[in-house]
């Protein structure tokens, strides 16, 4: 039992790293309506940004925090060069700008800093909590109060403030958001500015458990992307009950079903992305859209 | 066909068949096999151009159906002793099998979300080649002896098995030409164009999309079963996400939508990315991507299109004096579905 409730805590750790990169994904999703197959690379810029900084000799939540704030910054960037020309574009084009973007950004990474395995210091090392027989580690706590004061800030921003209320405007109508006046593309720039800070949360969150590369992120994203599909891709809520579940489902799964083992811990992503694509497209928590022909 | 268009398809077949003959004499063995390898990129891109060209679906996990072919052509031959040359078609039918599985639940999908699950899958594959170690060799792979020319050809192992491949690759872009100049080709822009009024027009777009689905990853996996051969070595790590990416990456530049852009994809693959990282390592990577992004957004037909675009200006420019060119269906429905201004200009020069 102890082994289980060991794991559901292993699990619900992933699960919220997992939360925050598919809340990234959530937020570009909803400002511009593609899945961003640059998320993962993005993080992973903003991983090495912060480890830079550490290494000049910044504290490392300082690092954290202007990796999160020149991240937002960065996004704005892509989304101005690289999205807004194709936000009308058919699919095709779409895929093939983002996943140009993967590639390019990832060699860009490798490019500056190298292919070397750099360690990144975990801000909640020294916190350790004793409850019984089960011990809750610092990061535990740690990664949960993030993701906690993440939702409370983001519920804030969107749900009380006359910015928040613009941009969920301009990502739900457009059209109709221009007309009263909302500068709409400031709006989306915003939206994908959000969702690279967030992606920049899950980097510095999950680069102590791994190690900051190029490919560090590969592993990362699949997740997201199964968390932010089982959710669906326009539902905040569905993106963090959708990370729980995922992290929690991989790591159950490694542990209870030899079959899995650590190996194929990847295939239940595949799994769950396929059963969720098949049997409900837009997620467990998405909105269903009808399509006039 | 008219009989001058006929005399100009013989003369291109004929002019291509001397080029390919005379490659394996001309050059070193080394550079030979990168022809070879481009021959066997070259088909796989094919593939990947039916499906995600012509019907429309895109698929970033070609990758996985050309590491299926490689993976039955080196278990077939190194573990139950097949000859290599029946193991190829062999391959070709577990890929084509592969093919039908997973088409038919992951065509249901549309769109982004396809790309989504085909990327899932090219993630999911290495592991698993890494898991069922008995039978796939795990990490290590398997090791299959190159092919080696019979005694009467007089050929070094190199030269034969680019003869090989290139027969092969002129038998499924035979075949691709024909399938896709005709009803398949047409039924499945208009299913990619519109799908209702496909339907409407009686095609049943989930029928074609599985079949050509099918289709393409028999190609992909007769390309994965010859680079076995040509390589004589497969493992997990040869078959990344980059490689199916690479397809993708090779089949826009190429141009999707064209049979002949596969070769202008074989050869990108092949020598752009070798070239870039000489310069640095991560530079490869770099190219690749901006060229893909560069490539969308300049040439959408690709570097196909550019050269329909050049002979067809040319053409125009031919026949102005004497009588009205006819605009041909099949080169008007290749353009894309967003009109770029090139393209609109072309369809004004062609007037």
Same mark, same amino acid.
């Given at each position: 039992m102890l082994l289980f409730f060991q794991q559901l805590i292993e699990g619900l750790m992933s699960g919220a790293i997992y939360a925050s990169l598919a809340l990234a994904l959530v937020f570009s999703h909803r400002s511009t309506n593609v899945v961003n197959f640059a998320q993962g690379e993005m993080a992973m810029l903003s991983t090495f940004f912060a480890w830079q900084l550490i290494e000049w000799g910044l504290p490392v939540y300082a690092a954290m925090a202007a990796s999160v704030v020149v991240s937002f910054v960065g996004g704005g960037i892509l989304y101005v060069v690289?999205?807004?020309?194709?936000?009308?574009?058919?699919?095709?084009?779409?895929?093939?700008?983002?996943? !140009?973007?993967?590639?390019?950004?990832? +060699?860009?990474?490798?490019?500056?800093?190298?292919?070397?395995?750099?360690? @990144?210091? +975990?801000?909640? *090392? !020294?916190?350790?909590?004793?409850?019984?027989?089960?011990?809750?580690?610092?990061? @535990?706590?740690?990664?949960?109060?993030?993701?906690?004061?993440?939702?409370?800030?983001? @519920?804030?921003?969107?749900?009380?403030?006359?910015?928040?209320?613009?941009?969920?405007?301009? *990502?739900?109508?457009?059209?109709? +958001?221009?007309?009263?006046?909302?500068?709409?593309?400031?709006?989306?720039?915003?939206?994908?500015?959000?969702?690279?800070?967030?992606?920049?949360?899950?980097?510095?969150? #999950?680069? &102590?458990?791994? @190690?900051? +590369? &190029?490919?560090?992120?590969?592993?990362?994203? #699949?997740?997201?992307?199964?968390?932010?599909?089982?959710? !669906?891709?326009?539902?905040?809520?569905?993106?963090? #009950?959708?990370?729980?579940?995922?992290g929690v489902a991989e790591n159950m799964a490694a542990t209870y079903v030899p079959w899995i083992g650590a190996d194929l811990k990847v295939v239940v992503a595949l799994v769950i992305i396929f059963a969720t694509l098949l049997v409900r497209p837009s997620g467990l928590f998405g909105r269903t859209t009808v399509v006039r022909v | 066909m008219s009989s001058s268009g006929l005399r100009r398809t013989l003369l291109g077949v004929a002019a291509f068949a001397l080029l390919a003959g005379f490659v394996p004499f001309r050059f070193s063995s080394y550079g030979l096999d990168q022809v070879t390898l481009v021959l066997i990129y070259a088909m796989a891109i094919l593939g990947l151009n039916m499906v995600s060209g012509y019907a429309g679906a895109i698929s970033l996990g070609h990758g996985a159906f050309f590491a299926i072919g490689a993976y039955a052509e080196a278990i077939l031959v190194h573990r139950y002793g097949f000859s290599p040359y029946v193991a190829i078609p062999c391959a070709s039918a577990v890929a084509w099998i592969a093919g039908l599985a997973f088409g038919f639940p992951a065509l249901r999908l549309r769109g982004l979300y396809l790309a989504l699950g085909t990327l899932a899958i090219a993630m999911s594959l290495p592991p698993l080649l890494k898991r069922f170690e008995g039978f796939t060799g795990g990490h290590t792979g398997i090791v299959v002896e190159t092919l080696s020319a019979p005694k009467w050809s007089h050929m070094s192992g190199s030269q034969w098995t680019y003869f090989l491949v290139l027969a092969i690759a002129a038998l499924l872009f035979a075949v691709a030409w024909r399938l896709l100049g005709g009803a398949l080709g047409r039924a499945l822009l208009a299913t990619r164009d519109h799908e209702i009024v496909a339907q409407v027009m009686g095609v049943d777009p989930t029928r074609y999309l599985t079949l050509t689905f099918a289709l393409s990853s028999l190609y992909a996996g007769t390309a994965g079963a010859l680079y076995t051969l040509a390589i004589g070595f497969v493992s997990p790590d040869s078959f990344t996400l980059m490689l199916g990416l690479g397809f993708f990456v090779g089949g826009v530049v190429g141009g999707l939508t064209s049979v002949w852009g596969a070769i202008f994809g074989g050869l990108f693959l092949q020598y752009v990315p070798v070239w870039a990282s000489d310069i640095d390592k991560a530079l490869g990577g770099f190219v690749y991507g901006a060229t893909l992004i560069a490539s969308m957004l300049l040439m959408p037909e690709g570097l196909a299109g550019v050269g329909r675009r050049l002979a067809a200006r040319w053409h125009a420019r031919a026949a102005a004096g004497t009588k009205a060119t006819t605009t041909r269906i099949t080169s008007a429905s290749t353009t894309p579905i967003t009109s770029t201004p090139l393209a609109s200009a072309e369809r004004k020069g062609a007037r």
């Open positions: 690289f999205v807004k020309p194709i936000a009308r574009a058919p699919a095709l084009t779409v895929v093939t700008v983002l996943i !140009g973007l993967f590639i390019a950004l990832n +060699s860009l990474g490798g490019f500056v800093w190298g292919y070397l395995n750099r360690a @990144f210091p +975990s801000p909640f *090392a !020294g916190w350790k909590v004793q409850w019984g027989a089960l011990t809750l580690s610092g990061e @535990f706590i740690g990664i949960a109060a993030v993701l906690l004061a993440t939702l409370l800030v983001l @519920f804030l921003v969107f749900e009380h403030t006359r910015l928040g209320l613009a941009m969920r405007a301009a *990502a739900a109508a457009p059209e109709q +958001s221009r007309l009263v006046g909302i500068p709409v593309e400031w709006m989306l720039l915003a939206g994908w500015g959000v969702a690279a800070a967030l992606g920049a949360i899950a980097g510095v969150l #999950i680069a &102590p458990r791994l @190690f900051v +590369s &190029p490919g560090m992120m590969l592993g990362v994203v #699949i997740y997201a992307f199964a968390a932010a599909t089982l959710g !669906g891709f326009d539902s905040v809520l569905g993106a963090v #009950i959708g990370g729980l579940v995922v | -």
